[in-house]
């Protein structure tokens, strides 16, 4: 069944999740979670480093896990990562967790917005990289939604007032 008072955030790097996921938990008084964070915190280590240790897969083999463990819990603001869609087995327990909104933005804004980052291992590929791997996760990403927001051209505020309304209607 459907965790109706958890909200689930997925879209690519730099689309806001873990920005909008933070005020969207103030703002409706639910408890905010961050898959990365939550990976760094059990690890005690940072995302570049278990790229560097374990390679993708074994990030990916944490994430997961960390996603899976959260099946109990309710009032919830879920930030995940942006390969969360990666693994076929997530997108079910996306969908469990409550009600999933996909955060869109243009390859154009999230450039702007992540110009000078060095904290995500996959946005130091090259361009033409990057550009394939937006290309190739946008339909997974509106698969495993429920709703899509674009958030290209907003505030992170509009954004979590857009949510709201959403999660309203
Ligand atoms: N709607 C927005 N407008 C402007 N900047 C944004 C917006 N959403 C996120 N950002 C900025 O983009 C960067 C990445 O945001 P973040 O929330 O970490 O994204 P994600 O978790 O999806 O990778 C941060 O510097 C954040 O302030
Ligand atoms: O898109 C990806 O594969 C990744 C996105 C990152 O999270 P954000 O989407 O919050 O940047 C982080 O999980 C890791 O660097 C891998
Ligand atoms: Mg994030």
Redesign the pocket.
């Known amino acids: 069944m459907q965790h109706m008072n958890n909200i689930v955030l997925i879209?690519?790097?730099?689309?806001?999740?873990?920005?909008?996921?933070k005020l969207l938990a103030e703002q409706t008084h639910r408890t905010y979670i961050?898959l990365?964070q939550k990976i760094e915190e059990d690890t005690g280590d940072t995302i570049p480093n278990i790229f560097k240790n374990e390679g993708e897969e074994g990030f990916r083999k944490r994430e997961t896990e960390v996603l899976r463990a959260l099946s109990s819990r309710e009032g919830t603001v879920i930030?995940t990562?942006?390969g969360i869609v990666e693994r076929k087995e997530n997108h079910d327990v996306l969908k469990e967790h409550g009600p999933v909104i996909y955060?869109h933005?243009s390859f154009e804004e999230i450039s702007a917005?992540?110009e000078d980052?060095e904290s995500?291992p996959l946005w130091s590929k090259p361009e033409v990289e990057r550009k394939n791997l937006l290309e190739k996760r946008l339909p997974v990403y509106k698969e495993c939604a429920d709703e899509l927001v674009n958030?290209d051209h907003?505030?992170?505020n509009?954004?979590v007032n857009e949510i709201e309304s959403l999660i309203k209607s």
């Open positions: 879209g690519f790097m730099g689309s806001g999740k873990s920005s909008v996921g961050d990365d930030s990562g942006g955060l933005a917005r992540l980052d995500r958030t907003k505030s992170i509009d954004v």
